[in-house]
């Protein structure tokens, strides 16, 4: 699945992709100790896709993170909500 975080207190997002979204959740909420989402936490999921294969999860993923994509997000997500 493909899934964007969104952090309202520093107005950022991420997009990642994993099949346990639950405990990639709690890793960049608390357990994680390094890495660029530990420095913008609360984190909060605002949108969850769910694919079938790895590949169309990693192509989405991948499209999110263009200029294309995040227009998409802007426009489809409530981020500020």
Do not use: C, Q
């Not at 520093?10 to 890793?27: A, I, N, P, Q």
């Not at 909420?29 to 936490?41: D, E, H, P, Q």
């Not at 999860?57 to 993170?65: G, H, N, P, Q, T």
Request: proline letters at 1%.
């Amino acid at each position: 699945m493909v899934y964007v975080l969104w952090s309202d207190r520093y107005r950022k997002r991420y997009v990642g992709m994993t099949s346990d979204l639950v405990g990639r959740f709690r890793s960049h909420n608390s357990l994680a100790k390094k890495g660029w989402t530990i420095r913008f936490r609360p984190w909060r999921v605002v949108h969850v896709e769910f694919y079938a294969t790895k590949k169309d999860a990693k192509s989405r993923e991948d499209f999110l993170k263009t200029g294309r994509g995040r227009e998409w997000m802007d426009l489809n997500l409530n981020l500020d909500g």
